[in-house]
């Protein structure tokens, strides 16, 4: 399949790359000159490299006439770790995402996937489903979910199928530090304290190669409109940090309750994920057991990148 993929250089797009490198498909991977491929290293070389800005237009609807592809994996967003809830840069993802769309359907594409947010949802229920109630509350949840819509409208006009894969949490190699899990794993490697929160919040976390794979199993089926992407799984956040402690036999070093919790961090999210199973074969391969080993012995590697 020729397949186009967004957000290659991402955390999330360099474990697709991957996958699509793996299955054989012909794979054209945008990139903007001054992305940093760190996580692309081993395969950029494998890829077809594009070389643009996706809010470009103008530069950019050439491209896409001549690749004319059969798929589209839409992973590229403003993801700064502390900044992109609230960043304005959300509007800049969103138009770029709606113009994308509008260009493939009108280009022949038979299938647009592209990844949302649990943070669509209204997450008072704690258990969330594709049919909750969506009430985002921040930019770049509300920006997520306007493109879904608009692509689901668009996927009516056109013959163009349309999935929308909500990711719920995620962890694994190649993690920007400053989030929870790969903060505490360096933390400890280092014999350094590790201060998170009293951590008594409920999340769904799912190993990024089953996100990856999760993906794919979406766009490879005939799955539409939006589809729950976690483990299903809850699990709080101290006992996280608590299991990566006991792993790397240091629990001593874990800070519980050294910071405080965010202003609107909810409580309670995880994914009802029986549309997913049920819509394709897809089903995790890690556990979180061996899910935070795998991703601790990567972070004894590769410690000092990133």
């Given at each position: ?165 909500r990711l719920f949490y995620q962890y694994g190699p190649f993690e920007d530090r400053r989030r929870l899990v790969p903060s505490v794993i360096s933390s400890l490697l280092r014999g350094e304290k590790a201060r998170i929160s009293p951590g008594d919040q409920v999340r769904d976390f799912l190993h990024v190669e089953d996100v990856a794979e999760a993906i794919w199993a979406v766009a490879s089926n005939d799955l539409r409109g939006p ?80």
């Amino acid at each position: 399949m020729k397949v186009l993929l967004t957000g290659a250089a991402g955390f999330i797009g360099s474990h697709v790359a991957r996958l699509l490198m793996r299955e054989g498909h012909e794979t054209y991977a945008i990139l903007r000159q001054n992305s940093n491929v760190w996580r692309l290293q081993d395969i950029v070389h494998k890829l077809t490299v594009v070389s643009c800005d996706l809010s470009d237009v103008k530069a950019l609807t050439p491209h896409l006439s001549r690749i004319k592809p059969d798929a589209c994996l839409h992973l590229a967003w403003y993801a700064e770790p502390g900044q992109y809830l609230h960043s304005v840069e959300n509007l800049n993802s969103l138009t770029a995402s709606l113009g994308l769309a509008s260009d493939l359907a009108r280009l022949g594409c038979l299938r647009f996937v592209a990844t949302g947010s649990c943070f669509e949802y209204d997450t008072t229920p704690g258990y969330l489903s594709e049919t909750s109630p969506t009430k985002p509350d921040s930019l770049y949840a509300a920006s997520k979910l306007a493109v879904e819509l608009v692509s689901e409208q668009l996927a009516k006009m056109t013959g163009m199928s349309v999935a929308w894969a909500r990711l719920f949490y995620q962890y694994g190699p190649f993690e920007d530090r400053r989030r929870l899990v790969p903060s505490v794993i360096s933390s400890l490697l280092r014999g350094e304290k590790a201060r998170i929160s009293p951590g008594d919040q409920v999340r769904d976390f799912l190993h990024v190669e089953d996100v990856a794979e999760a993906i794919w199993a979406v766009a490879s089926n005939d799955l539409r409109g939006p589809v729950n992407v976690g483990s299903g799984e809850p699990v709080t956040v101290r006992a996280i940090a608590e299991r990566i402690g006991a792993i790397l036999g240091c629990p001593d070093l874990l800070d519980v309750g050294a910071l405080p919790y965010a202003p609107s961090d909810p409580m309670f999210v995880c994914a009802d994920n029986r549309r997913l199973r049920e819509g394709t074969r897809w089903a995790p391969q890690y556990d979180l057991d061996e899910g935070l080993r795998q991703t601790i012995e990567w972070w004894r590697r590769h410690l000092r990148i990133g």
